[in-house]
């Protein structure tokens, strides 16, 4: 099955997809983890899409949809994949369909003001992607999974959450539309605990 996660910032869309992930035995293939990897790597493409992540836009089109293109082709991506994070345009969904068949479309819906919640307190382990929230996590400052240090990622401070949230309504929110044509769209309140939603998840996949 190839499955997308849309959804705005903070909605739990990597959180449920590590779980899904491992559920159905296919790959995570998050573009954010990808691109905070080549940053941390100091690629090209890392150095390019930078700017852009810290001041909340979004990476151009153009570098994304290679990315992406490029990943689906891996012997991995045979038996299905969730993409997480992606696409994030219009024009993004209209190359996808170019390249590959989707089955279902996840839309995880959360109100923007438990978004900003989510955000201020989440951490990260940039080593395995291990997600986090300060409010579970008892004053511990390292990874549960791999022992590294966590961090607040730079996009997840104030002022950058705010114009995230305006680029995801502006840009990304007119994805539930076209997905809803191709009678792709399952819907998801994502404001209920983890495990309501991951069970709900499922619901919608019919898994
Ligand atoms: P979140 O999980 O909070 O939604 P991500 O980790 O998916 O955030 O993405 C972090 C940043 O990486 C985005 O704000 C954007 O700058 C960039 N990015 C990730 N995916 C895409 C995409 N499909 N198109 C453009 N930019 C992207
Ligand atoms: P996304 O990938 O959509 O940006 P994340 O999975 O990183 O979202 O989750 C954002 C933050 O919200 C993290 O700190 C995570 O621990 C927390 N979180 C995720 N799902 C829930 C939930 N159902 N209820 C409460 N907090 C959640
Ligand atoms: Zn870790």
Known sequence: MNVIFLGPPGAGKGTQAVRVCERLGIPQISTGDILRRAIKDQTPTGLAAKSYIDKGQLVPDSVVIDIVRER???DDCKAGYLLDGF???????????????????????????KLVERLSGRRVCLSCGGTYHVAHLNGSTTCEKCGEQLIQRDDDKAETVLSRLSVYHAQTEPLIDFYTQRGLIKKVDGAQPMDECYAAILAGLGV
């Open 87 to 113: 696409p994030r345009t219009v024009l993004q969904a209209e190359a996808l369909e170019t390249f590959a068949k989707i089955d279902a479309v996840v839309d995880i819906d959360v109100s923007d003001e």
């Open 72 to 74: 689906l082709e891996r």
